[in-house]
Every structure is written in structure tokens, then in C-alpha cells.
């Protein structure tokens, strides 16, 4: 199924992963990691996936946004999601990626600044309110942008990255690519990353960020032309 959407959908996509981990991810990987793939479940649904890759992805289903489910994302000129009855021919699967790539892959951009610019709004809003949305992944995420894009002084950062490290949520959701063979945690990553940014060596905290991201993308099985380079921003405060 997954291998015949493919060859429907174009060089755009590309199979990554094994049996049942399948996934259709899209391609040349930046600094988004977006695929599709079935839930890991009896009912078999489809997820749309799509995450920051400023920080190892996340083990949800999710990523970095609300979740993009087959039973319930309904597609253009559709009055209604598309059942799993309605999703067994590559075709079919080829259309859902396709409407969900227009509707929800294609709001991520890698002009980061503007993406980071979106999300401190955000934080702004709720600074008001009695509920902190922003822990666990969303902190994480939120840090990592703001390291990625050199958004504040490296007293800064590291406070912000000590407040992931002390997040209770930190490990809620393991890495992706965490295997036994090949665990991985965000407590050795954030670790790295701090010792990173105290050092004041901009070039230290990319070559970390790089690191991860591509160890990631291998052991998701993303085939290596498939992962493409990524532009770190200039650094809006000097560390």
C-alpha cells in the first residue's frame, strides 16, 4: 500500500522504515520531519506526523501540532472523514497525504524565525491564564527554536534549557528513535546542548543540533538522499 502511494505521489515522498513502521515521509527532509504512517493500533488509522527537528522527534503521534487522524481530518469537497474501509487502495492513501500536505505540511516553513515569531506569540497569550501549555514536547519544542534561532543571550538559554531539564514531563515521550540497541533520552540530549550554548560556541551548539537530527532521521530508516541540509538562521543575540 504505502510503496504503491509513493510511486503515485512522486519523488517528493520517499518509504522510510520497516512492516508496520512504514511511513511515508517527505522529501529532502529539512528542518521538519513530516510523514504518514499507521497508527500503532488495532484500528489501523492513518497519522499525519510533523515535527521540529531542532531537538530529536518525539514518539507520538502527533509531533509538534494537534493530531492529524484519518477518522477525523476531512478532506477537501469531502462532508465527512474518510473511514479505514475508505483508505485500502494506494490511491486513496496517495489523496489523503496529498489533501493533508495542502492543509496542515505545508503551514511549516523554514524560515524559522517567522515559525519561532508564531510560537512565542502564543506563549504570550496564555501568559494570562492559570494553564501552561508549554511543557513536556511543547517546551522542548519552544526551547529549541529559541536556540536554533539565537533568540536570547546564552544566560538566557540556559536557563531555558535547565527548565526543560527540570521539566517532569522531559520524558514523557521518548525519543523516536530510541531503540534498546540504540536508546536515546532528551535528558543526554538537552545535557549536550547545554554544555553547547555555555560554552558561547555557536558552531559547538549547530554541530549538536546536526548531529541529532540526522542519528534521528538514520534510525527512522530515512534513506540518506533523502535527508536534506538545513540552514541554521543568523543568530539574532550574539552568545
Known amino acids: 500500500m504505502a510503496s504503491g502511494a509513493a510511486e503515485i505521489l512522486g519523488e517528493e515522498w520517499v518509504l522510510a522504515g520497516k512492516g508496520a513502521s512504514t511511513r511515508l515521509v517527505r522529501a529532502p527532509v529539512g528542518w521538519w520531519l513530516q510523514f504518514v504512517g499507521y497508527e500503532d493500533t488495532r484500528l489501523g488509522r492513518l497519522i499525519a506526523y510533523n515535527t521540529f527537528l531542532g531537538r530529536p522527534p518525539q ?18 469537497n469531502d462532508s465527512y472523514p474518510r473511514s479505514f474501509e475508505d483508505m485500502q487502495t494506494p490511491q486513496m492513501v496517495a489523496e489523503w497525504v496529498t489533501a493533508v500536505t495542502h492543509e496542515c505540511f505545508s503551514r511549516r516553513t ?10 512565542e506569540d502564543v506563549r504570550v497569550s496564555w501568559e494570562s491564564s492559570d494553564i501552561d501549555p508549554f511543557e513536556g514536547a511543547a517546551l522542548q519544542w519552544l526551547v529549541s527554536m529559541r536556540v536554533v534561532c539565537g533568540s536570547r543571550s ?9 527548565a526543560v ?3 517532569p514531563f522531559l520524558e514523557a515521550s521518548k525519543p523516536y528513535a530510541s531503540t534498546r540497541k540504540n536508546p536515546r533520552t532528551y535528558q543526554e540530549y538537552f545535557t549536550a546542548l547545554r554544555g553547547a550554548v555555555a560554552s558561547g560556541d555557536r558552531g559547538a551548539v549547530e554541530s ?14 530515512v534513506p540518506d538522499a533523502a535527508i536534506g541540509d538545513v540552514v541554521f538562521p543568523e543568530p539574532q543575540v550574539s552568545l
Open 208 to 221: 549538536v543540533v546536526r548531529e541529532a537530527r540526522t542519528d534521528s532521521l538514520r534510525l527512522l530508516g
Open 110 to 119: 523554514n524560515d524559522l524565525p517567522v515559525q519561532m515569531n508564531e510560537l
Open 165 to 167: 531539564l527540570a521539566d
Open 59 to 76: 514518539a507520538s503521534q502527533s509531533g509538534d501540532g494537534p493530531p492529524t487522524i484519518s477518522d477525523h481530518f476531512i478532506m477537501p
Open 154 to 162: 546564552r544566560d538566557d538559554l540556559i536557563d531555558d534549557i535547565d
